[in-house]
């Protein structure tokens, strides 16, 4: 092939392995606290095992409940769809501390400190995960507590809590945990 055929191609490998590589480059944006909070209650849920009475039947849903504030609402929602545990994801919005019947896992978002116990303890009679990022919430009697880390967002594991509401956390889930409190199983 004459050098004058081949010069286009290398041309345009050259344009498209530039852009391909700029691509490479570029980073998706970051993900915004309520996406990562949202990311690690659908983790969390994963390293829970609920009893099978939780489940009304082998096709019902696996409910994720927004409780308190709507800042988190598109975050949660996008989970909405997913598969967990082999069910379709389910997302509750705007549920009331004692409107939450049929939620598997309920994430508390900045619910009044004074109604904090009250909910974790009411939910967990449930049988209902509690998860929130209010200060000091597993000694509220949450189960899983989202607190801020050096770099990142860690987490604290009521093992009390988690056994009143009848749920049995993973191993890894527990050794991931920053702190454990209660005696657990």
């Not at 050098?3 to 944006?29: E, Y």
């Not at 409940?65 to 949660?76: E, I, N």
Request: hydrophobic residues 50%; proline residues 6%.
């Amino acid at each position: 092939m004459p050098i004058r055929q081949r010069l286009p191609w290398r041309l345009l490998s050259a344009v498209l392995l530039t852009s391909a590589l700029g691509n490479a480059d570029a980073r998706p944006p970051p993900l915004s606290e309520a996406e990562v909070k949202a990311g690690l209650v659908f983790n969390f849920a994963r390293y829970v095992d609920w009893p099978g009475s939780s489940f009304g039947s082998a096709d019902a849903p696996f409910v994720i409940c927004l409780v308190g504030h709507d800042r988190f609402a598109p975050a949660f929602s996008a989970l909405s769809g997913r598969t967990l545990k082999g069910r379709v994801v389910q997302v509750r919005l705007g549920v009331l501390p004692d409107q939450n019947a049929g939620c598997h896992v309920a994430f508390l978002a900045e619910v009044p400190v004074h109604g904090m116990a009250a909910a974790a303890y009411a939910l967990a009679a449930q049988g209902v995960l509690t998860v929130s990022d209010a200060d000091g919430f597993i000694d509220s009697g949450g189960a899983i507590g989202i607190v801020p880390g050096a770099e990142r967002l860690q987490f604290e594991i009521n093992r009390d809590a988690l056994n009143r509401a009848g749920l049995q956390a993973s191993s890894q889930l527990l050794k991931l945990a920053r702190s454990l409190i209660g005696r657990g199983r």
